[in-house]
């Protein structure tokens, strides 16, 4: 089954410890994404990556950092959470041709509550 | 700075009647759109999508209209279905940032049996 998939799909954690969102993909995509989603705000995208060791900033990267070493990989580092960064985290991808024009599979979400 | 705005949080509708879900953009470099569809729990899927060489895209009920003039796009269900309640967010991307999506607030759609 096509499929992107998040782990954790919850977590709380304190202040300042580092913490890893996965994202893994098995539909060959080499466009991937991620968003957070707050009240009010609709979906921000964080970081996206147009292929492998290719990544670049969307709309509100501060705090976060992503490596995309691999294909189907792409993980989220929350290298020193606050809480501002509190919200539900969702990973995308798509196929690169025609870029963002192709519709995205999203994953289920990753709520994070940063105390 | 919200460069896609979706002005109206929440929309009620009858089952059977149409359902026009609005939304408007600032950045004249925008010339792909698309709709995405969500449900509680669930991640965002997508709907239906028009280039800006375009300004109507039909796929089964539903519609989308761009208004290039007025940076405005709207999507139409008609018929409206229970199974249709969800959180409606329009995306818009362009320009020179060529990964970069750009989505709205989203619109609660509620439609009553």
């Known amino acids: 089954e096509a499929q992107v998939t998040q782990n954790p799909r919850y977590l709380i954690t304190v202040t300042g410890k580092k913490l890893t969102v996965t994202c893994s993909q098995n539909m060959n995509h080499e466009y991937m994404s991620w968003y957070r989603q707050d009240p009010g705000l609709g979906l921000r995208q964080i970081y996206y990556s147009m292929n492998v060791e290719v990544t670049d900033k969307g709309d509100v990267p501060e705090g976060y950092k992503v490596s995309r070493k691999e294909k189907r990989n792409f993980p989220l580092i929350l290298e020193s959470p606050s809480p501002n960064q509190t919200s539900l985290y969702f990973c995308?991808?798509?196929?690169?041709?025609?870029?963002?024009?192709?519709?995205?599979?999203f994953g289920d979400g990753t709520r994070l509550s940063i105390l | 700075d919200q460069q896609v705005k979706q002005n109206s949080p929440s929309l009620s509708v009858q089952e059977g009647r149409i359902s026009i879900l609005n939304c408007d953009y600032t950045?004249?470099?925008?010339?792909?759109f698309l709709w995405y569809k969500k449900y509680p729990a669930e991640g965002p899927t997508f709907l239906i999508s028009i280039s800006s060489i375009k300004d109507k895209n039909e796929d089964g009920r539903f519609t989308v209209f761009l208004n290039k003039s007025a940076k405005h796009l709207s999507l139409h269900i008609v018929p409206s279905q229970p199974g249709d309640s969800a959180v409606y967010f329009c995306a818009a991307s362009g320009g020179t940032s060529y990964g970069k999506l750009t989505f709205g607030q989203g619109t609660i759609l509620t439609v009553h049996p």
């Open positions: 995308a991808s798509s196929l690169l041709g025609g870029g963002i024009r192709q519709p995205q599979h």
């Open positions: 950045n004249s470099m925008f010339d792909y």
